[in-house]
């Protein structure tokens, strides 16, 4: 038995050293090579550990038997390009991966798994795979996102699965609670990367005698990701194993981030009439699978003793009841109460969390639930119990919640009655809630990082959308963004006062986007583009800035092929060609070319990188080169808002000093596909700009550019050149 790492060769003739004894590889090309480099790098990542992925290639001046790499008179630098092909095809992500959740009930863990996989699918797009270990009421909609898989507990019938999907490709994985831990085991040991999340504490772990299964995680997963250090400590406790080097504490962050387009006013009166309770009537909530550990029968004592008291605070339960465990310690008397309302399932929890006062967390043991972020993203005070989870790391007393001793009854009910009708306090404590929430806890981010510890690492790229007029542009606008093979990390609209029908347009389009989008109205128009351009990165929160104008559109790999430019050292601009289309949407030509070839005919006809001093030298000296911002992504530099604090002093030409202050400190990266469709109009901002502003704002560019820096002669008669031929277009 040994270990096989395969070899190549890229061609085989050893005539001039065998004569009649040689061996030929007949009809050998570098086309051919090419793929089978292709064939067994991919091999190899499938096969091999990490650390063992390697491929040999048998062609080191190996002249006398045709072995060769180096150029030759046949075939130039074919065999050499063929090689780097092959390398960069096969380095693009392998976009597959598999999900392993304990079941698919209705629960936290359930929800949380359905969310991960929800967002990997529709955000990242993901081929999924999904093994459920057993099965539940949401199976349906697990089945919504990828292929899935019910093992009904079966190991043996879950092995063959892995087996099967890592021979088709797939080779990270994702496995959700401690239940999963003998998946996790036969995950390693078919060569997945695998990540666990653990929510279990320890006396849930016990009760379902899952410590060996805690064992296998600690042991053979890559990392091991916790919500907050309580539920890490315990976990630690159980395995008794050293876990520092392979653990994180991750919190999950918050699945619905669309809060700000629901009326809460609208949401409490529509909900109160639906249960025909009183305007004037108080909710406190819950949310879960009602069961001992989510204390169900404590939320249910708390709501008799206080409807007895006062009526008009009713007590809502949304999820499945544990019937079984109710019934035998709840009496039907307290069941039949008024003020206690269950509902199994609704599609709309957020209308709940926004008509609420209150959020009662009975559970027994809770390491760090999603409700609890929820409640408080929704503004809503939680009340909990000391002792019973992570939780407490984000609830603070009479600050954004209310903590009391381990089901201390009494003390709870006195808590609620005090605070309930304290509509200034509560609200005070809800803005507070908001604040942490969406300052530490955003599930996009957890996704993000859930990916670089699969080393699936991707930037965060904020797309800025100024908008004025362009109601018969901005949906397929939208559309091309949404479509992105890279995943968008959110789409801020700028509006500059629009007098069509664009913002109810982009409104109504919201929920339809898989992305965040953040809605900005000017309500008198700024009478400057640049100024929007400068609000808009004022406010993106991304590492890499697209400014993608309102009426442009994109190719959908537009940003899988720019983002590459940024893995050059120290591009801060990267941009492709543009083709040119017509208000209609047809292409009227199908690049620049003819726009940039007076000052390189070469250049841009294939890709570069360049130097940025260089780049505004050679180029920028005589005009603004990057003929449309929506081509173009940036990097999210450290004083991204001094390099643009002056642009809006300008009508036309505030985007050249924007690139030219930002090539001042970095590279510029430049993809010769065209990838990028500018739409040309009749009358557009250039046009309408008076001539005279329009030719002054080009020469002092250009002075600026030549006071600063020693422009060549050739560079310089360029810029002269350039600068006649405009003055006499605009008739100046």
């Not at 800035?545 to 050059?568: P, Q, T, V």
Request: net charge neutral; proline share 2%; hydrophobic share 35%.
């Amino acid at each position: 038995k040994y270990n096989l790492f395969k070899t190549i060769i890229p061609s085989w003739d050893n005539t001039p050293r065998r004569g009649n004894k040689s061996t030929i590889f007949y009809n050998s090309s570098p086309e051919l090579y090419k793929q089978w480099l292709k064939d067994i790098i991919i091999y190899t990542k499938t096969k091999k550990n990490k650390d063992e992925q390697f491929v040999f290639i048998n062609a080191w001046n190996e002249w006398g038997e045709g072995a060769y790499l180096e150029p030759d008179v046949k075939y130039g630098y074919s065999y050499l390009n063929s090689t780097k092909e092959a390398i960069l095809e096969t380095r693009k992500l392998n976009k597959k991966i598999l999900y392993v959740s304990h079941d698919t009930k209705y629960g936290g863990a359930q929800l949380l798994s359905l969310n991960i996989i929800k967002y990997l699918k529709e955000k990242f797009k993901y081929d999924i795979s999904i093994i459920a270990i057993n099965c539940g009421w949401f199976e349906d909609e697990f089945k919504k996102y990828g292929d899935f898989y019910n093992v009904d507990n079966n190991l043996e019938k879950a092995h063959s699965i892995i087996k099967k999907l890592r021979n088709s490709g797939v080779d990270i994985a994702i496995c959700n609670t401690v239940i999963s831990g003998d998946l996790v085991k036969l995950l390693k040991n078919e060569n997945y990367k695998v990540i666990t999340l653990i929510h279990e504490l320890s006396g849930t772990i016990k009760a379902y005698n899952a410590e060996e299964k805690a064992r296998n995680i600690s042991i053979y997963s890559d990392t091991i990701i916790f919500p907050s250090k309580y539920v890490k400590d315990e976990f630690k406790d159980i395995v008794d194993k050293n876990i520092e080097n392979k653990s994180k504490i991750i919190p999950q962050g918050v699945f619905n981030n669309k809060r700000e387009y629901k009326d809460k006013k609208i949401c409490t009166k529509d909900l109160k009439e639906k249960l025909n309770i009183s305007q004037n009537s108080k909710i406190v909530l819950g949310v879960g699978y009602g069961d001992k550990r989510k204390g169900i029968d404590l939320f249910i004592d708390i709501a008799n003793k206080i409807s007895k008291k006062n009526k008009n605070i009713y007590f809502i339960w949304i999820g499945p009841i544990d019937t079984n465990y109710v019934s035998k310690v709840c009496s039907s008397e307290s069941l039949r109460n008024k003020n206690l309302i269950f509902e199994n399932f609704t599609n709309d929890l957020e209308k709940y969390y926004l008509s609420s006062d209150l959020y009662l967390l009975t559970s027994r043991e809770d390491p760090f639930p999603s409700v609890v972020l929820e409640s408080m993203y929704y503004g809503l005070p939680v009340v909990g119990f000391n002792n019973a989870g992570g939780f407490v790391d984000i609830v603070k007393h009479n600050d954004t919640g209310f903590i009391v001793d381990f089901e201390d009854l009494i003390m709870t009910e006195k808590i609620i009655m005090e605070n309930i009708f304290d509509k200034t306090k509560l609200n005070l404590m809800g803005q507070k809630c908001m604040g942490i929430v969406e300052e530490k806890f955003n599930f996009y981010d957890y996704i993000y990082k859930l990916l670089e510890l699969l080393e699936h690492k991707y930037e965060k790229v904020s797309v800025i959308v100024p908008n004025y007029n362009y109601e018969h542009y901005i949906i397929e606008r939208l559309k091309s963004i949404d479509n992105q093979t890279y995943p968008i990390y959110e789409i801020i609209y700028l509006d500059d006062a629009s007098t069509d029908n664009s913002n109810e347009k982009v409104i109504n389009y919201i929920d339809k986007s898989y992305n965040n989008i953040i809605i900005d109205l000017n309500l008198e128009n700024s009478g400057n583009v640049f100024s929007q351009w400068k609000k808009g990165i004022s406010k993106a929160k991304g590492d890499y800035i697209w400014i993608a104008e309102a009426d442009d559109l994109s190719d959908r790999y537009f940003l899988e092929n720019i983002m590459k430019g940024f893995e050059y050292d120290n591009v801060v601009i990267s941009y492709s060609q543009s083709k040119q289309i017509n208000e209609a949407g047809s292409i009227i030509a199908n690049e620049y070319l003819y726009y940039t070839n007076d000052v390189d005919i070469h250049k841009w006809s294939t890709d570069y990188v360049n130097n940025g001093v260089d780049e505004i030298k050679q180029c920028m000296s005589i005009k603004n080169t990057i003929p449309n911002i929506s081509a173009v992504v940036v990097k999210k530099v450290n004083n991204i808002n001094v390099i643009c604090s002056e642009i809006d002093n300008y009508k036309v030409a505030g985007d050249w000093l924007f690139y030219i202050n930002l090539l001042e400190i970095g590279n510029i990266y430049f993809c010769s596909k065209s990838l990028n469709y500018h739409r040309r109009h009749e009358d557009s901002i250039v046009k309408t700009v008076n001539n005279k502003i329009h030719f002054n704002e080009i020469v002092a560019i250009q002075n600026y550019i030549s006071n600063k820096y020693d422009l060549s002669k050739e560079i310089s008669n360029k810029v002269q050149l350039y600068r006649t031929i405009v003055k006499k277009y605009l008739k100046v």
